[in-house]
């Protein structure tokens, strides 16, 4: 579904992104952790070209994201075709605060895929019900926790019914005790077999719904594995150090 080859990202001289290659099957969920300025969100905001690479090829579901070929309004119309099958959750909401959480569910789908009201509201409500907001439609995001608008955030992002979810540090952001009503949704999306790619710095969490794990450290894949491997038995010494640091009982 998601395949980076020899991905290399530079800001002036500082080198990003190493030349990375990774493979993500259908279905799958690949969990990435590693130190602040490993290189993880880069990697993840590089995948639908928020950040554009500088050598290597990224391809959703065999369609090349990056084309340096095409340039102006060609590549426009290419990259938003990309990200419709692309949903993206970030640290921070990004909500609009003027409408209600339905509307902002809905809006992607009626505007950028031209779906009725109707049926927009009616998927809209769906999803809701999904995250467990559905009592919350007409609310406005000043009246949500932090953990509740996540969780919209996440159901927007599937309104779009995307092939990828992509999450940056959905949780970061959250107090701890919301922390868990926003994993619970995710969880349940690994459940219905969404592939997914998880930035995260729970290490828990990576370590239950994951298929994969991969340790990135100053802008290379340290080491990947199953979650069971990478978190009882890293093989890598840089690995081992940043779970004894995290997990407090790594040897």
């Not at 279905?27 to 969100?41: F, M, N």
């Not at 779970?243 to 790594?250: A, D, I, S, V």
Request: charged residues 25%.
């Amino acid at each position: 579904m998601v395949e980076l080859k020899g991905v290399k990202k530079r800001f002036g001289d500082l080198e990003v992104l190493k030349g990375i290659d990774l493979r993500v099957d259908r279905g799958k969920i690949i969990s990435i952790i590693g130190p602040s300025g490993s290189g993880k969100s880069t990697l993840l905001r590089s995948i639908n070209n928020l950040e554009v690479i500088d050598e290597g090829q990224i391809l959703l579901d065999g369609v090349q994201v990056n084309r340096p070929d095409l340039k102006g309004m060609a590549f426009e119309r290419h990259i938003n075709h990309i990200r419709q099958n692309m949903g993206m959750v970030f640290q921070h909401f990004n909500l609009f605060p003027h409408m209600s959480t339905l509307d902002n569910v809905t809006l992607a789908p009626r505007k950028l895929k031209g779906m009725e009201t109707k049926s927009a509201r009616e998927l809209g409500m769906e999803l809701l019900e999904r995250v467990g907001l559905a009592d919350k439609a007409q609310a406005y995001p000043s009246s949500l926790s932090g953990g509740q608008k996540q969780r919209v955030a996440i159901a927007r992002a599937l309104a779009m019914r995307p092939k990828v979810m992509l999450f940056d540090e959905a949780t970061s952001a959250l107090d701890p005790e919301l922390v868990e009503e926003v994993n619970q949704v995710m969880k349940g999306l690994a459940e219905e077999h969404m592939t997914m790619l998880i930035v995260t710095h729970e290490m828990g969490f990576a370590r239950d719904v994951s298929d994969w794990a991969m340790f990135m450290d100053g802008g290379v894949v340290v080491e990947a594995n199953t979650p069971d491997h990478l978190f009882s038995h890293p093989d890598q010494e840089r690995t081992q150090h940043f779970l004894r640091k995290h997990l407090g009982t790594q040897t």
